[in-house]
């Protein structure tokens, strides 16, 4: 069963528009959120992260929204830049500080940012 | 300051064998988790170490284990490989837990079964 889903296993957008990126979860008990890039032949990177007590958090060009009624997350990517092309995977957990913490990765979306 | 090494980078193995694998983490790093990464199920957490300890175990078979050396070195062992063992094993680090602290990932192990 897949807690965390990232239906859309590509995304395709022009360099400067805006790319969003979308995560559903079904555990209701999620309430720390975090999103990681991947570049082919690296590990992941983390990039930013949410908690369920906000709605928005910005870094830069990277903006997470949680609609926590809707069990939804998205990523915003503005503008969006060649370099940003890569698998991006959201990731979520509860209580993350707790001992028994452990994330929870959808399968990812490949990003395409076209110059 | 060196990032996360694993090593070795390509493995290949037949079923039923054994295989162990290694990661370094950033020095002064205590906290060394491992993740599973294929096509069709993504990234799954195996296990987290810290201090030595087994802190956190995902849902994966006994046949996946772990250790954590006082260098915070980190094995990871699967024994009796099956065909679906094949992936893409990450690494990752951080000072005191992913939770409290940036992950760092190594480029991962990429383990063929045959």
């Known amino acids: 069963d897949q807690q965390v889903k990232q239906n859309s296993p590509s995304l395709s957008v022009q360099e400067g528009r805006i790319s969003i990126l979308n995560c559903d979860y079904t555990?209701?008990?999620?309430?720390?959120f975090l999103w990681y890039k991947k570049y082919p032949a690296e590990g992941p990177t983390f990039l930013i992260s949410i908690s369920s007590i906000k709605d928005k958090n910005e870094d830069g060009r990277f903006t997470v929204f949680l609609n926590k009624s809707a069990k939804h997350l998205s990523l915003h990517i503005v503008p969006s830049q060649p370099g940003d092309s890569a698998v991006y995977f959201c990731?979520?957990?509860?209580?993350?500080?707790?001992?028994?913490?452990?994330?929870?990765f959808g399968k990812g979306i490949t990003l395409s940012v076209r110059p | 300051k060196a990032g996360v090494t694993q090593t070795p980078r390509y493995l290949i193995k037949t079923r039923g064998q054994q295989v162990t694998l290694s990661c370094s983490p950033i020095s002064g790093h205590r906290s060394v988790s491992w993740y599973q990464q294929t096509p069709g199920q993504g990234l799954q957490f195996l296990f987290e170490?810290?201090?030595?300890?087994?802190?956190n175990k995902g849902n994966f078979p006994g046949r996946f284990s772990g250790r954590q050396f006082s260098n915070s070195r980190s094995e990871m062992n699967v024994s009796t490989l099956e065909l679906g063992d094949s992936a893409l094993y990450l690494c990752?680090?951080?000072?005191?837990?992913?939770?409290?602290?940036?992950?760092?990932f190594g480029p991962g192990t990429r383990l063929t079964v045959l």
């Open positions: 990752a680090s951080s000072l005191g837990g992913w939770a409290t602290d940036t992950q760092y």
């Open positions: 990731a979520a957990t509860h209580d993350p500080t707790g001992a028994n913490s452990k994330l929870t």
């Open positions: 555990n209701s008990m999620f309430d720390y």
């Open positions: 170490y810290f201090s030595e300890t087994q802190r």
